[in-house]
């Protein structure tokens, strides 16, 4: 017996709606895990007719991070961070400091041996040369104190510091020229350092150079202001004010013209002899 059309329509959606119920039912089961469908590619992208999305066809990754999430900020690129000093030097450094040390204990075999030690290490490093004429020189050997120190004024990174040492072992040999042309060098290199320039104030007074002493007193006073010593940079300009008084005609920048022994006899006439 034939069913009529509507009582089939009739059972036809209660048989769907069945089986998506079922399906509904199936998909929400707690412990039944679904792996998700397969992205399908776009129509146009797709490489045949049928839609189907070609072996070749993987979703895009994201672009990798340039700075992974957990690691250290880099260090700003502005200044190139400064060489690293090769092992040779590194070793030579320190076995210089371990002289040094031996040095200042009054170990002097154990420093000359580590100051050679430093040299045999490396052979460029100055401030070895400077410790072990340093030594030469206590042990009275002043012609073999001067030579090395010579060598190392002719070498690269703390050549000033061996201008310095020979300026004085000069200066106590008897030879102010020379000592003060050797200091003048150090500071060349190194213009701010404070106890050079109050080393060359005192031998060019000494020296009675009057217009280089005056203008190593004026460079102290700057320095002593720029390192905020306030104390310091007064007790320079007393120095430079007495200076002027002394001999200030020979100060360029005071009296550019008249010179000093004219000044001085005219203020002895002033007070009278």
């Known amino acids: 017996m034939a069913r009529p059309p509507r009582l089939r329509l009739v059972l036809a959606l209660g048989a769907l709606s069945a089986l998506l119920s079922a399906r509904a039912s199936a998909e929400s ?18 490489g045949s007719a049928s ?18 999430p957990n690691a250290a900020p880099r260090a700003p690129r502005d200044e ?38 430093a040299i045999q290490l490396d052979s460029s490093y100055a401030p070895a040369y400077v410790g072990l004429g340093r030594v030469r020189e206590v042990l009275g050997d002043i012609v073999e104190a001067e030579r090395i120190y010579t060598l190392a004024t002719r070498l690269g990174a703390g050549r000033e510091l061996a201008f310095e040492r020979r300026a004085r072992l000069r200066h106590t040999m008897g030879l102010p020229s020379e000592a003060l042309a050797d200091l003048a060098e150090a500071l060349r290199l190194e ?13 060019y007074v000494e020296a009675e150079q009057w217009p280089a002493a005056l203008a190593t007193w004026r460079r102290l006073v700057a320095v002593h202001k720029q390192r905020g010593d306030s104390q310091a940079a007064r007790t320079a300009q007393v120095q430079v004010r007495a200076l002027v008084i002394l001999a200030g ?20 006439a002033r007070r009278g002899g």
């Open 29 to 46: 089961k707690p412990g039944v895990a679904r792996f998700p469908d397969a992205p399908q590619a776009p129509p146009h992208a797709s």
């Open 51 to 68: 839609g189907t999305p070609p072996s070749a066809a993987q979703p895009s990754a994201a672009p990798p991070s340039a700075t992974p």
């Open 80 to 117: 190139p961070p400064p060489a690293p000093l090769n092992w040779a030097t590194r070793a030579a450094r320190e076995e210089t400091l371990r002289g040094n040390a031996w040095h200042a204990r009054g170990e002097l075999p154990r420093a000359l041996t580590a100051y050679t030690r």
């Open 191 to 203: 213009p701010d350092h404070r106890e050079r320039l109050e080393l060359a104030a005192r031998w």
């Open 249 to 268: 005609e020979a100060d360029p920048v005071t009296h550019p013209t008249r010179g000093w022994v004219t000044q001085s006899l005219a203020r002895i």
